[in-house]
C-alpha cells in the first residue's frame, strides 16, 4: 500500500476473484463503493449501507464480511471474493448458486449474492475445519440458520434457501 | 464521509502514531463497524482515524493462555472468541455474548476492544466481561502501562477510563476460582427477534459452586438498562455460601430484586424502562430456577 | 390448453427461467444501470412534517462546482399526482408530512448532489401538526390537504367507501350473542431489499423520455408520468430493469420519479436517483393504518348473523392506494365466511402522517386480523369450538354472497379440515398453568381474489407469441416480473402447450414500446391473467402452424399433437419438425409469420355503485393454525409450527408456490410480532433494519403447506392467483394463538415482547413495583 503523496489517497493492491488488481481510493473509501463503482462489479448489492442487511455480503480471506462497513485501505494484500469471482474458467456457475436456482430460492435476487457468498463462507468454514477431523462433520440446520442471521430476505422467508444451504453442505464440506 | 487514515502495523509504530497525533482529533478504528455507522451519519471534518486493524501482534489479535490466564488481545475478533475452546470449556458467558454479537459477517471484523471502548451501554462483550471481571491492559502514547478492572472502567454513557493517546492492549480473565468444581456461566439477551439485535436487556452470569454445592464466586452484570453496563455486587454477595441446588423461591425473588436495584433504564424506541425492569427481574430469576431450560 | 392429466411441464418443480442470471450477479436492477453523461439526483425533503414554507434559498448550492440543475415548485411545470390530484410533485407554500420533497438537485457526483443539499436553506414557519385522524376530524381543525377536493362534508375526509347487504337490525334480532371491539393496525412497510430507483434520459431533438423504473404497472405508469409531466404518453418509454422487490410498493407514481425525469428534461442528461435504506423508509408507501370498530353476533346455533363495520384510515397528507383499500377489506367482512347482513363504512381522513399506499393483501390483513380475533370471541361467548364455528360458516362451492362474488370453486371448508386435522387443533387444548411457557395455538382464514380484480375498466392483459424458423419461441407479454416467478410460468405454458423445451422459450415484457397493454402486477393476478392470455395467443398461433403442418404432412386431421419440438398426427403416426413447419409458413407462399396476438379480458364484472359484483374470475381461499410458545418472563412469542392450507386452484409449479407461501407467511409473521414503524410527532423513529425488525433467517418456524385444488375453470389449467393470500390470516392466527396461550385479549398489532409481556402481567396481576 502506498500513500499518493499530497493527497488524501491511497494506492492498493489486493487479489481480487483470482486477479490482482491495483487501485487508487480515498482513505475514507468503503470497499463496497470501490468494488461498484471502480472496478464495475456490480453483483455486490447495497442493500443499506449499514451492516444490517448482508446484500454486500464478500469473502475477505475466504470469510464473509459486510463490504459497507469495510474500509477499503484493508483490502490491501487481502484475497477478495465477489459472486463474479465464483463462476468458474468454463463459465459455470458455482455448486452453491445452482442448488439455490434448483431449490426454488432466488426471487428478486437482490439478497442472493450476499446469500450466497455467506453460504460460501461456511462451506469454507467447514472444509478447512474437516482438514484436520478424523471424520467430517456437516453443519446442522441450526448452524446454518445462525449463519445466515445477518442476510435479510423479504421474498423467501428463507425456507428454500436453508434447503438448499443443507443439502448442498451435506455433500460438498 | 471524509477523514485522514493512520495505519501502524506493530504496536510500536501505534505508540508512535498516538505520539504524533496526541493533540489532534482522532479516533481509534479496530473493526471500524460501530465507527464507520457513526461517522456515515455525522462527519466530522479533520479527523484521523488510526486504523488499528493491520498491526501485525499476535499478543494483540488473539487469544492465549499464559500462567493460567486467559489473555486477549484487544483487536481480537469476536469470531475468534467464539472459537476458542477455552473460552468456551471456562467463560462460558463471554462465549455465547460473543455468539450473540450481530451478525457472523460482524464478528468477522468487530473486536473485544473495539466492543469495551465504545462503551454502548448494551455491549454485550462488556456485559461478560463484568461478570467475570477482567483486568483491562491499557498502554498510552509514551509506551507505558497501566492496568485497570473492567468493573471500574466506565465513568458515563459511552465514557470511559480511556485517556487519550492511550490504547487497550489486551485483557485478561482469571475468575475461575480453584475450588469451583463447578460452573454456572451464560449469557441471556433479550430482543425482539432471536438475531441481529442490539439487547433490550442482556445478563451475564459466571456463578462458581464447590463440591459440597455451595456458592463460592459469582459474578453478575445485566446490560442496557442504566447509562453504562452494571455490575450487581449486591446480588453477587447475597447468594455467596449458599447452596444453589435448595434457594427458596423466597430467597431467588430476593436476589432478582437486589439485582433490579442497580437497574435505572429509560425509555427509548427499543423498549420502555417498565419492560427492562420486570424482564431482567424474570431473567435474573430464572438463572437461579431449576429447570430453567425449556 | 392441454388435458389436465397429460400434463409434461405444468405441475413440475421447474426452477426460475431467470434464475442464473439473478443468482450470479448478473442481473442489471436500477442500481446497476449506469448511462454515458449521467449525472445523479438527490432530494431535498422538509425538515418539519408540519410547516408553511416561507423562503428557499438555492443561491449557495447552485454555486457548487459539479451541481448542474436543481429545482424547486416555481421551476417547473406539472400536474399533481396520485388517484385524487392531490399531491404536488415539489411542494411550494406549505410541507404536510415527513417526506415532502421541496427541492431536487442534479450533480457530476453522488456527494456533490448531497452536499449541494445541504447547502439549499429552506425557512419554515412551523405549524402544530395533526397526526391522529380523529382530531383531523374535529371541525375546529385546519385543512391539511389544500388541493381536497371537497366532495365530503369534512374537509378532512379523503374518501369514504360504504357498503351493505341484509337487514341488519333483523339479524342483531336473530342473536344470542353480540360482540363489539375496537382493532388498531399498524403501519409498517415493504423494506424491499432493493430500494426505490430511476433513471431518466431525455432526449431534447426528439422529445421523448426514457425512464428505467421499477414500478409494477408500467402502462398505468407511463399514462400517471404524461400526466404530470404535462406530455404525450407515448413519447414516454418504460423499461423495467430487475425488480428488488415489491410487494405492492411500486403500484403508485411517487414524486421522486417525475422529479428525476424533469431533471432529465432540465439537463438534457440522463440522470439517476437511487433512495438510500433511510429514505426508503421515510418517503415509501406504507400499508395502511387503521381503526376498526367492528360489532357482530351469532345465533344459538353459532351462525354468524351480522357484522357491523366503521373504519378510520390515516390517509396521510396526501391520497395514494392505500385510500381504496376497502375495495379488498370490505369483500372479506362481507363474504369470508357466510353472514346474513353486513354494514360496512370506511373513511380516509388526511393527517400530517406520511401516506398509504398498496402492500401485499391490500388491506386483507388487517380486516382478517379484526374478523377472525371476533370469531374466537364469539365461539368463547357461545361456548363453542374455534374450529367447529368457523366449519359451521365455511363458504361453499356455488356460493353467491351478499356482495354479488360467486364462488365457482370453493377450498374453503377443504382448507379448514386440512388445517384443523394436520395441526390436531383440537386435541392441543390442554395447556399447562404452571411454567414459563404457554403453548397457544390459532386459527385463521382469508379470502382474496384469485382471478383478477376488475378495479379499472379492463382487467386485461395482451400477449403476443411467435416462433421463429429455428424453433424458438418469444413470448412478449403485457405482465412483469418483480421476482415472484411469472416469467417461469409464462414459459412453461408455452413449453406445456407448443412442445418447445424451456431453454428454447425468451420471455421479452419489460418495454412498453414492445409489449401489449396490462394492467400490471396487482391483485394476485399474473398466473391467472397473464397466463389465459398467453394461451389464447397460443391457440391463435396453433390454427396457423396447423394449417401449413396439415398441408406439409398431407394429413386428413386438423388437430395435432405439440411434442419435442415436432407437430405430431397421432392418427396417422406422421410427424414434421416446428423449425421446418415456421420456415415453409415463412418461405412458402402464401407467406405467413408464425406469430399470434391475443387480449385476454377476465369474465369478472366491474362493480356497480353499490360496490357489488362478481369482481374477481376466481376467489381464493386459505387456512392457517399457528401454534407458538409464549415465553412468560420476557413476552418473546415463538411461532413453532404453521400449517397452511391454501385454495390454489391448480398447482402449476411447485417450487415457485412454495416460494410464495414461505415468504408470504414470514411477513405475516413480522406483521403479528416485530415490525412496526414508530412515529413521534409525525417523525419516524426507526428509518434503519436495526429497528425496524425484518424477521431473520433463525426466527423462521416449521411451515407445513398443503395446496388444496379445487380445479377453478376460469383459471390457466385450473390455477387461482397465490401471490398475496399466505400473509393474510398470519397475524389473525398468530393473535389467536397468543390469546390462546395467555388466556388474555389483544386489540392491536404488532404483539411485540412488551405488549405481550404487559398483558399476561395484568392478567395475572403480576405487579413487581421496582
Given at each position: 500500500m502506498v500513500k499518493i503523496k499530497g493527497t488524501n489517497k491511497y494506492k492498493i493492491s489486493f487479489l481480487l476473484n483470482q486477479t490482482k488488481v491495483e487501485v487508487i481510493v480515498k482513505a475514507s473509501a468503503i470497499l463496497l463503493d470501490v468494488l461498484r463503482e471502480d472496478l464495475n462489479l456490480t453483483g455486490t448489492k447495497p442493500g443499506c449501507n449499514e451492516g444490517e442487511c448482508g446484500a454486500c455480503t464478500v469473502l475477505i480471506n475466504g470469510a464473509a464480511v459486510n463490504s459497507c462497513l469495510y474500509l477499503a485501505v484493508n483490502a490491501d494484500g487481502k484475497e477478495i471474493t465477489t459472486i463474479e469471482g465464483l463462476v468458474n474458467n468454463e463459465s459455470e456457475l458455482d455448486p452453491i448458486q445452482n442448488?439455490?436456482?434448483?431449490?426454488?430460492a432466488v426471487q428478486c435476487g437482490f439478497c442472493t449474492s450476499g446469500m450466497v457468498m455467506s453460504i460460501k463462507s461456511l462451506q469454507n468454514y467447514y472444509i478447512s475445519k474437516n482438514k484436520s477431523a478424523k471424520t467430517k462433520i456437516a453443519p446442522t440446520n441450526q448452524e446454518i440458520k445462525k449463519w445466515l442471521e445477518g442476510n435479510l430476505c423479504r421474498c423467501t422467508g428463507y425456507v428454500k434457501i436453508i434447503e438448499a444451504a443443507e443439502k448442498l453442505l451435506t455433500e460438498k464440506v | 464521509m471524509n477523514f485522514n487514515i493512520e495505519i501502524p502495523h506493530s504496536i510500536d509504530e501505534l505508540v508512535l502514531t498516538l505520539n504524533k497525533f496526541k493533540n489532534k482529533n482522532y479516533r481509534i478504528g479496530a473493526g471500524c463497524t460501530d465507527l464507520l455507522m457513526e461517522l456515515k451519519n455525522n462527519s466530522a471534518s479533520n479527523l484521523t482515524i488510526i486504523n488499528i486493524s493491520q498491526v501485525d501482534d499476535f499478543n494483540f489479535n488473539n487469544v492465549k493462555l499464559s500462567n493460567g490466564n486467559v489473555d486477549i488481545g484487544a483487536n481480537t475478533t469476536a469470531f475468534k472468541i467464539c472459537e476458542n475452546e477455552n473460552i468456551l470449556e471456562n467463560y462460558k458467558t463471554l462465549h455465547e455474548a460473543a455468539l450473540n454479537l450481530a451478525s457472523a459477517q460482524i464478528r468477522q471484523v468487530a473486536t473485544i476492544g473495539g466492543n469495551i471502548c465504545t462503551a454502548s451501554p448494551s455491549g454485550d462483550l462488556i456485559c461478560a466481561l463484568m461478570a467475570l471481571k477482567a483486568q483491562l491492559y491499557i498502554k498510552n502514547s509514551l509506551g507505558e502501562n497501566r492496568e485497570i478492572s473492567i468493573l471500574d472502567f466506565y465513568k458515563g454513557v459511552r465514557k470511559t477510563d480511556l485517556k487519550h493517546g492511550e490504547f487497550l492492549s489486551h485483557l485478561s480473565?482469571?475468575?475461575?476460582?480453584?475450588?469451583?468444581f463447578k460452573t454456572k456461566s451464560g449469557f441471556i439477551k433479550i430482543g425482539t427477534r432471536k438475531s441481529m439485535e442490539c439487547s433490550v436487556v442482556s445478563l451475564a452470569y459466571h456463578i462458581q459452586i464447590d463440591k459440597k454445592g455451595n456458592i463460592i464466586e459469582t459474578g453478575l452484570a445485566f446490560g442496557a438498562s442504566a447509562p453504562i453496563v452494571k455490575y450487581a455486587t449486591r446480588a453477587c454477595d447475597f447468594l455467596i455460601g449458599k447452596k444453589i441446588d435448595s434457594l427458596s423461591k423466597t430467597e431467588i425473588d430476593t436476589f432478582a430484586k437486589l439485582v433490579v436495584e442497580y437497574a435505572s433504564p429509560i425509555d427509548d424506541i427499543r423498549a420502555t424502562a417498565w419492560y427492562r425492569?420486570?424482564?431482567?427481574?424474570?431473567?435474573?430469576?430464572?438463572?437461579?430456577?431449576k429447570n430453567i431450560e425449556k | 390448453m392441454g388435458e389436465l392429466n397429460k400434463l409434461k411441464v405444468i405441475g413440475t418443480p421447474v426452477p426460475k427461467h431467470d434464475g442464473k442470471i439473478r443468482a450470479s450477479g448478473k442481473a442489471v436492477y436500477?442500481?446497476?444501470?449506469?448511462?454515458?453523461?449521467?449525472?445523479?439526483?438527490?432530494?431535498?425533503?422538509?425538515?418539519?412534517?408540519?410547516?408553511?414554507?416561507e423562503k428557499i434559498d438555492i443561491s449557495k448550492a447552485l454555486k457548487l462546482k459539479g451541481v448542474e440543475c436543481i429545482i424547486t415548485a416555481k421551476d417547473i411545470d406539472v400536474n399533481n399526482i396520485g388517484y385524487k390530484r392531490d399531491h404536488p410533485i415539489l411542494k411550494s407554500n406549505e410541507v404536510n408530512c415527513e417526506r415532502d420533497e421541496i427541492a431536487a438537485v442534479a450533480a457530476q457526483t453522488k456527494e456533490i448532489a448531497i452536499k449541494a443539499l445541504q447547502l439549499i436553506k429552506v425557512k419554515y414557519k412551523v405549524k402544530k401538526g395533526i397526526f391522529d385522524p380523529f382530531e383531523a376530524l374535529d371541525l375546529n381543525s385546519p385543512k391539511i390537504n389544500s388541493f381536497n377536493s371537497g366532495k365530503f362534508d369534512n374537509k378532512n375526509i379523503a374518501e369514504v367507501f360504504k357498503y351493505s347487504h341484509g337487514n341488519i337490525e333483523e339479524e342483531k334480532s336473530k342473536s344470542k350473542v353480540h360482540i363489539k371491539r375496537r382493532f388498531t393496525l399498524p403501519r409498517v412497510t415493504h423494506a424491499c431489499l432493493g430500494t426505490s430507483n430511476i433513471s431518466a434520459q431525455y432526449d431534447k431533438i426528439s422529445g421523448k423520455l426514457l425512464l428505467y423504473s421499477s414500478t409494477q404497472v408500467p402502462f398505468l405508469y407511463q399514462r400517471d408520468m404524461a400526466h404530470a409531466l404535462k406530455m404525450n404518453p407515448s413519447d414516454i418509454r418504460v423499461i423495467q430493469p430487475v425488480i428488488g422487490g415489491g410487494f405492492g410498493s411500486k403500484l403508485d407514481m411517487y414524486p421522486f420519479e417525475p422529479i428525476c425525469a424533469l431533471l432529465s428534461i432540465k439537463t438534457g442528461k440522463p440522470v439517476q436517483i437511487i433512495y438510500s435504506r433511510k429514505e426508503e423508509f421515510l418517503a415509501s408507501p406504507t400499508r395502511q393504518p387503521m381503526i376498526i370498530d367492528i360489532s357482530c353476533g351469532a345465533d344459538k346455533n353459532g351462525s354468524f348473523t351480522y357484522r357491523d363495520i366503521k373504519i378510520i384510515k390515516d390517509n396521510g397528507a396526501y391520497t395514494s392506494w392505500g385510500a381504496t383499500t376497502p375495495f379488498v377489506i370490505m369483500q372479506a367482512f362481507s363474504s369470508l365466511y357466510k353472514v346474513a347482513a353486513c354494514n360496512f363504512e370506511a373513511t380516509a381522513v388526511y393527517t400530517n402522517n406520511v401516506f398509504a399506499g398498496s402492500f401485499r393483501g391490500y388491506g386483507n390483513p388487517q380486516a382478517t386480523f379484526a374478523l377472525e380475533r371476533m370469531i374466537d370471541l364469539l365461539a368463547d361467548e357461545l361456548k363453542m369450538s374455534k374450529s367447529e364455528i368457523r366449519l359451521k360458516n365455511a363458504n361453499f362451492k356455488g356460493e353467491i354472497t351478499g356482495q354479488g362474488l360467486h364462488y365457482d370453486t370453493c377450498g374453503h371448508k377443504e382448507c379448514l379440515e386440512t388445517v384443523i386435522?394436520?395441526?390436531n387443533f383440537n386435541k392441543s387444548t390442554k395447556k399447562s398453568k404452571e411454567g414459563r411457557y404457554k403453548k397457544g395455538i390459532g386459527l385463521a382464514s382469508m379470502l382474496h381474489v384469485g382471478g383478477g380484480a376488475k378495479i379499472y375498466r379492463s382487467d386485461g392483459c395482451g400477449t403476443t407469441v411467435k416462433i421463429d424458423p429455428y424453433g424458438y419461441c418469444t413470448v412478449i407479454s403485457g405482465s412483469n416480473e418483480i421476482g415472484q416467478g411469472s416469467e417461469t410460468v409464462l414459459a412453461m405454458i408455452a413449453s406445456e402447450e407448443l412442445g418447445i423445451s424451456l431453454e428454447k422459450i425468451k420471455i421479452i415484457n419489460t418495454d412498453t414500446d414492445i409489449k401489449p397493454w396490462d394492467v400490471g402486477v396487482h391483485a394476485s393476478r399474473t398466473s391467472f391473467v397473464a397466463g389465459n392470455s398467453l394461451l389464447g395467443a397460443i391457440n391463435l398461433l396453433k390454427i396457423k402452424l396447423n394449417k401449413k403442418a396439415k398441408e406439409l404432412l398431407d394429413s386428413k386431421n386438423d388437430d395435432f399433437n405439440y411434442e419435442n419440438g415436432c407437430i405430431i398426427d397421432n392418427t396417422e403416426d406422421k410427424s414434421i419438425n416446428l423449425d421446418k413447419v415456421v420456415r415453409e409458413m415463412h418461405f412458402s407462399e402464401p407467406n405467413e409469420l408464425a406469430i399470434a396476438s391475443y387480449f385476454y379480458e377476465p369474465s369478472s364484472q366491474f362493480q356497480d355503485k353499490e360496490f357489488k359484483g362478481n369482481v374477481s374470475g376466481s376467489y381464493a381461499f386459505a387456512s392457517q393454525a399457528?401454534?407458538?410458545?409464549?415465553?412468560?418472563?420476557?413476552g418473546n412469542v415463538n411461532i413453532l409450527n404453521v400449517y397452511v392450507a391454501q385454495d390454489v386452484g391448480k398447482v402449476l409449479n411447485p417450487l415457485l408456490l412454495d416460494g410464495q407461501i414461505h415468504g408470504g407467511i414470514l411477513q405475516g409473521i413480522g406483521y403479528a410480532v416485530s415490525e412496526e414503524m414508530i412515529y413521534k410527532n409525525g417523525i419516524l423513529q426507526n428509518p434503519n433494519f436495526h429497528n425496524y425488525k425484518l424477521l431473520t433467517a433463525s426466527d423462521i418456524p416449521q411451515i407445513h403447506f398443503f395446496p388444496i385444488e379445487t380445479n377453478d375453470k376460469q383459471g390457466p389449467y385450473g390455477a387461482k392467483g397465490v401471490g398475496e393470500a399466505p400473509l393474510i390470516p398470519t397475524a389473525a392466527a398468530i393473535a389467536n394463538a397468543v390469546?390462546?396461550?395467555?388466556?388474555?385479549?389483544?386489540?392491536?398489532?404488532p404483539l411485540t415482547p412488551e405488549r405481550v409481556l404487559k398483558a399476561f402481567n395484568n392478567k395475572k396481576k403480576l405487579i413487581h413495583e421496582f
Open positions: 442448488t439455490l436456482i434448483e431449490n426454488g | 480473565l482469571n475468575s475461575n476460582n480453584k475450588n469451583a425492569k420486570q424482564v431482567l427481574f424474570n431473567i435474573s430469576k430464572s438463572i437461579l430456577e | 436500477g442500481h446497476d444501470i449506469k448511462l454515458k453523461d449521467m449525472l445523479y439526483g438527490a432530494i431535498l425533503r422538509t425538515e418539519h412534517p408540519c410547516a408553511t414554507i386435522n394436520k395441526s399457528i401454534e407458538v410458545e409464549v415465553d412468560t418472563y420476557t390469546c390462546d396461550a395467555l388466556e388474555v385479549e389483544f386489540l392491536e398489532l
